[in-house]
């Protein structure tokens, strides 16, 4: 009687795991990544998406976004520099997939966004439903902030000498890498751009790196007066989006 009983149990459990199993339901999510004030990243940047349990920490899917930066015109507005209208197909996206018997409250990570200035992981949470699909508009959208600033000139750890002048160009794009120029729908005149250079851990000194004439490009000069190792730090601020990037290199001066 007992092994029948346990026999029996076995059954019920084995067919109670199956009726969970087979209760769960395909649920799609499209994940985009918008830049702050801009357009769909990646943008030639793939952003890597995980999504998870947010009780459990469980993995329920993870990739990489893809595809194009979107419309500009469908994207933005001339007059506001703001959203206006939902991505067309081809947006940059993630599709993901997952499948669950229950609802899930699900703890969306991006990022972090790699490049010459880096954007930290942004993570947003929600309820997800059995087969109740994230895709209509912008699907589960995530904002991106920052500016992607890069130097490329210096060359980092080039040696000069004292009283030598050393160039300072930096470019300076949305995070989606779209580009600042003067009275454009990014303008470059509502971005500051200085260097800040560095001695043995002492601010020696601000400089300002105006528009260089060509979109994106900011340029300044610098003569260092002394030797040793010259940390410079780019700042980029967009106050009216309050947007901000960092670029770093360092010079050798003897």
């Known amino acids: 009687m007992f092994v029948i009983l346990r026999t029996g149990l076995c059954v019920l459990t084995v067919f109670a795991l199956s009726a969970v199993s087979a209760a769960a339901e ?4 499209d994940v985009r990544v918008l830049a702050r004030g801009a357009k769909f990243l990646p943008g030639g940047r793939s952003v890597p998406v995980t999504l998870r349990d947010a009780d459990s920490g ?25 959203r206006r209208q939902l991505p067309e197909d ?3 996206l993630y ?32 309820w997800v439903l059995p ?38 160009l930096a470019g300076v ?17 509502g971005v500051e751009v200085t260097a800040t250079v560095y001695l043995d851990g002492e601010r020696i000194a601000v400089l300002p790196l105006p528009y260089a004439g060509r979109p994106s490009r900011f340029e300044g000069r610098y003569r260092p ?22 670029g770093r290199t360092a010079v050798v001066v003897r």
């Open 173 to 189: 794009t949305m995070m989606c890498g779209c580009g600042l120029e003067p009275g454009g729908i990014w303008d470059a005149d």
């Open 90 to 92: 081809g947006a940059a």
């Open 131 to 168: 087969g109740r699909h994230l895709i209509n508009g912008d699907g589960w959208l995530v904002e991106a902030p920052g500016l992607l600033v890069d130097l490329s000139t210096p060359v980092a750890y080039g040696v000069h000498a004292v009283g030598e002048e050393i160039r300072l």
């Open 58 to 82: 469980e993995v329920l899917a993870r990739g990489w976004t893809a595809g194009g930066t979107g419309d500009t015109g469908r994207i933005m507005s001339a007059t506001t520099g703001g």
């Open 225 to 246: 007066d002394r030797p040793g190792v010259h940390e410079i730090e780019v700042q980029a601020w967009a106050p009216q989006g309050n947007n901000a990037g960092v």
């Open 95 to 126: 599709a993901a997939v997952i499948d669950i018997a229950r609802p899930r409250l699900v703890a969306l990570e991006v990022g972090p966004v790699e490049g010459p200035s880096r954007s930290g992981m942004q993570v947003s949470t929600q």
């Open 26 to 29: 395909e649920t799609r999510i």
